[in-house]
């Protein structure tokens, strides 16, 4: 199988040249990389730390003078030569570098006519050009692979695993890890109903479909087979070539959770408990429970499963009730 060819075009007014390297060695994952064109008014003091790049690199300086003040002619340009390339069919996919949301109407119209779009940008890029890119990476994360020193102290590695997966939980940006685990579960789950098993290939493949920007290296793994074996809620299994992921089987704890459930309905007597009130409680006592994990979407058909738990009506709201 040939390998796939992209046009990587840059916009230089609002990415570094520190990137350069780093995007060219994520470029070489995909495929070839047969143009490389950068945009910007190279006259300007600016453009002077790109220069030295764009020889070692072998990369196209593309000029465009700043004729009015406010208006960006580097934009048009590169849209411009975009759907010019596009046009010869010389291309399977491009790559745009930005991190302005500018862009966001030619990556739509690239995945329109068949083409794969990877966009990069620092972590300030708008959501709608990461949603319209086909995968979107963010430069900051390249740029701290590159810089791990492949000698450093065993401590060191998991020290920044933990830096990255603390500054996850605090940008606006990345996808937060519960979301990503209740997406998993939900693609387990619909297998299961279907009488499939759940491969690692096909989790990586739906989470990137549904969220161009996941990179399990937000988080501070490299790995995805690493992230989600931190999930208490999902297992991994091997069989043979294959790594499956299944939901986490635990017992114990489901018995615990029915017990609990069962003796606090009891306890409220024969006035019962409303089912949102349960439900707050049971989040409370538990809470990494998701009703998911029990093979149920809704909370209130888990409730009906339970022995000793009936759910009537009460105030004009559900109501649950012990059974004896």
């Known amino acids: 199988m040939e390998d796939q060819k992209y046009a990587l075009l840059i916009d230089s007014d609002n990415i570094s040249h520190k990137y350069i390297s780093c995007i060219l060695d994520e470029?070489?994952?995909?495929?070839?990389?047969?143009?490389?064109?950068?945009?910007?008014d190279w006259t300007s003091p600016q453009a002077g730390?790109?220069?030295?790049?764009?020889?070692?690199?072998?990369?196209?300086?593309?000029?465009?003078?700043?004729?009015?003040?406010?208006?960006?002619?580097?934009?048009?340009?590169l849209i411009i030569d975009a759907m010019d390339i596009l046009y010869t069919h010389n291309v399977d996919g491009f790559c745009i570098v930005s991190s302005d949301s500018d862009f966001t109407r030619l990556a739509s119209r690239l995945r329109e006519s068949g083409m794969n779009v990877i966009g990069m940008g620092e972590e300030k890029t708008p959501r709608s050009f990461r949603a319209a890119c086909s995968i979107f990476t963010n430069l900051?994360?390249?740029?701290?692979?590159?810089?791990?020193?492949?000698?450093?102290p065993a401590e060191q590695p998991e020290r920044k695993k933990q830096d990255k997966a603390a500054r996850a939980e605090k940008s606006s940006t990345v996808l937060p890890k519960k979301t990503v685990e209740n997406d998993i579960v939900g693609i387990i789950t619909e297998n299961e109903n279907k009488g499939k098993t759940t491969g690692l290939g096909e989790i990586g493949s739906r989470l990137q479909n549904k969220y161009p920007d996941f990179d399990v290296r937000n988080y501070g793994y490299s790995l995805l087979s690493k992230f989600l074996d931190e999930i208490?809620?999902?297992?991994?299994?091997?069989e043979g070539h294959t790594v499956l992921v299944r939901l986490h089987s635990d017992d114990k704890a489901s018995a615990e959770v029915e017990h609990w459930m069962a003796d606090t309905v009891r306890a409220a007597g024969e006035r019962g408990m409303s089912l949102s009130e349960l439900s707050n409680q049971l989040h409370a006592r538990f809470q990494n429970f998701h009703v998911r994990d029990y093979?149920?979407?809704?909370?209130?058909?888990?409730?009906?499963?339970?022995?000793g738990l009936e759910l009537g009506r009460g105030s004009g709201k559900h109501q649950v009730y012990w059974v004896e």
């Open 49 to 77: 730390r790109w220069r030295e790049e764009l020889l070692k690199n072998s990369i196209i300086p593309i000029q465009q003078f700043q004729n009015t003040v406010g208006k960006n002619a580097t934009d048009s340009a």
């Open 232 to 238: 208490s809620s999902l297992e991994l299994v091997k």
């Open 295 to 307: 093979g149920y979407s809704q909370f209130s058909k888990f409730v009906q499963s339970i022995p």
């Open 27 to 40: 470029m070489s994952k995909y495929g070839v990389t047969t143009y490389k064109r950068i945009y910007g």
């Open 140 to 152: 900051e994360l390249l740029l701290d692979d590159q810089e791990e020193a492949p000698t450093e």
